[in-house]
């Protein structure tokens, strides 16, 4: 069984940073692709960051190079390191791999 458990979230002002943690149990870590996304309070579940199982990365254009996606297959975890955050980006952020999601850590980012 697949688990996910984020950690790492919290309050920051404006211009901060922060770096998020996902620790994984259940799946082969480096054979997966894996993905953080985020849900801002009354908007949609979207994607922030992905890397997948070869290492290719891709980011969402409203955090490219302000955030690093990043894993370490000996810890299990993926972590997302978060530059120069912005009030927009408070919300739950979440990481997804084989279909499931954990439950979430909240970002607020104060102006």
């Known amino acids: 069984q697949v688990q996910l458990v984020e950690s790492g979230g919290g309050l920051v002002q404006a211009g901060g940073s922060l770096r998020l943690s996902c620790a994984a149990s259940g799946i082969i870590f480096g054979l997966n692709g894996m993905a953080w996304y985020r849900q801002a309070p009354e908007k949609q579940r979207e994607l922030v960051a992905a890397?997948?199982?070869?290492?290719?990365?891709s980011y969402a254009d409203s955090v490219k190079g302000r955030f690093t996606i990043s894993r370490d297959n000996a810890k299990n975890t993926m972590y997302l390191q978060m530059n120069s955050l912005k009030p927009e980006d408070t919300a739950v952020y979440y990481c997804?791999?084989?279909?499931?999601w954990g439950k979430g850590t909240l970002v607020t980012v104060s102006s």
């Open positions: 997804r791999a084989m279909g499931t």
């Open positions: 890397i997948a199982s070869g290492g290719t990365i």
